[in-house]
């Protein structure tokens, strides 16, 4: 029996519906908490979550609660809130959760103000728990489904980061396991700012060409900054790195791209709508590459747009009249 037959889902919005349904096919028992006790009636009603991911019927072994504390007693907890909330909603787990029991990043962003990663902002709002991050090429429409997808988890306890791969783990959800938690988070985070800039070039009608140097010009950012904050080579280059930067910069289904290919189009950020990350973390990012002398022109330029300290134009124009030098 595994020591994580109990999963605790934090946030049942499109990417907690879906890894709540992959943990289910797996053999775990799931409870799947909303903050919202109507939202969570008419997932009991429906076995589905229909604001959340519609179109997709929970699997039985996904139980929707009400109480916090239900999903915070399970044998493992992933956090699936927005970036923004991370913090305080391991605030308000913290005395819900035992000791040591694994808190999963699963959101995919840096927090603005304090320029935290998602695993050191779970740490200080719960410094009993042990904070990991899901993270890698996975829309949650594909795993919710059931189609094959491939993700790695991270934890500095690389055995209990095994383990827990291996509870989450189905023939159609395949986990890898690491100890580069900051590596992992990493990827994630600066992904969907470059999904936003790959986003810009398609609404702009920049043409495939353009699309193709941005992606790999932007892995070189997302990489120096990884390397500047101890990243290891191999997580910028495995699933949560390059993997996810080649999935979310290739099409609408993003909805950072979807948000960039927007703003591309009309000249401005579009108002509500769905969760781009990207929007929020690009400054945070940004600000913590200047700390560190890390050159990121491309996350520089959707930071001014977003700002309007830049027209798109303005952007494109800049980047290209960037002094000539040598590829790194
Ligand atoms: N969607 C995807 O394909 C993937 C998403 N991710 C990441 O997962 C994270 C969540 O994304 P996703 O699920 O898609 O986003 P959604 O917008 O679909 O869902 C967000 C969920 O968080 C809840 N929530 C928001 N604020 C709070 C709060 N203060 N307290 C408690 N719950 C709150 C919302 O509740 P309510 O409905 O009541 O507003 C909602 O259920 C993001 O960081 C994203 O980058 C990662 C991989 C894939
Ligand atoms: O992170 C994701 C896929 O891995 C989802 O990307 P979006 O948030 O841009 O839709």
């Known amino acids: 029996m595994s020591a994580f037959e109990h999963i605790g889902v934090v946030g049942a919005g ?89 808190l999963v990043s699963c959101a995919k962003g840096i927090e603005r103000g304090t320029l935290a990663f998602m695993t050191d902002a779970i740490a200080a709002a719960a410094p009993e728990v042990t904070p990991m991050v899901l993270s890698g090429p996975s829309f949650a429409d594909d795993v919710a489904r059931g189609l094959p997808t491939a993700v790695t988890l991270a934890g500095a306890d690389g055995g209990m980061a095994e383990d827990l791969a291996a509870a989450l783990g189905s023939s159609t959800f395949r986990l890898y396991h690491s100890t580069d938690v900051r590596g992992v988070e990493i990827g994630g985070a600066a992904k969907n700012v470059l999904a936003i800039a790959s986003g810009i070039v398609a609404g702009r009608r920049l043409g495939a060409s353009a699309g193709a140097a941005l ?51 009309t000249g401005k950020a579009p108002a509500g709508g769905k969760l781009a990350e990207g929007a929020f973390t690009a400054s945070a990012l940004v600000a913590m590459a200047a700390e560190r002398e890390v050159e990121m022109p491309i996350c520089a330029a959707v930071d001014a747009v977003l700002a309007g300290k830049l027209s798109v134009e303005g952007a494109i124009e800049a980047l290209m009249a960037r002094p000539q030098r040598a590829e790194a």
Request: hydrophobic share 50%.
């Open 215 to 265: 992606t790999a010009r932007g892995f070189a950012e997302l990489a120096r900054f990884g390397r500047a904050f101890g990243a290891l080579p191999d997580t910028l280059t495995g699933l949560s790195g390059l993997g996810d930067l080649i999935l979310t910069t290739s099409g609408p289904q993003s909805r950072n791209f979807a948000f960039g290919l927007a703003l591309g189009e």
């Open 14 to 102: 499109a990417w907690g519906t879906a890894l709540a349904n992959a943990a289910a096919r797996a053999g775990r028992n799931v409870r799947l908490w909303a903050r919202n006790a109507d939202h969570v009636a008419d997932m009991v009603a429906r076995h589905e979550n229909v604001r959340g991911l519609p179109g997709v019927p929970l699997e039985p072994g996904v139980i929707p609660v009400e109480q916090l504390a239900d999903a915070a007693a399970c044998d493992a907890v992933l956090l699936v809130v927005p970036a923004q909330v991370c913090r305080k909603v391991a605030g308000e787990l913290k005395p819900l959760m035992a000791h040591r029991t694994p």
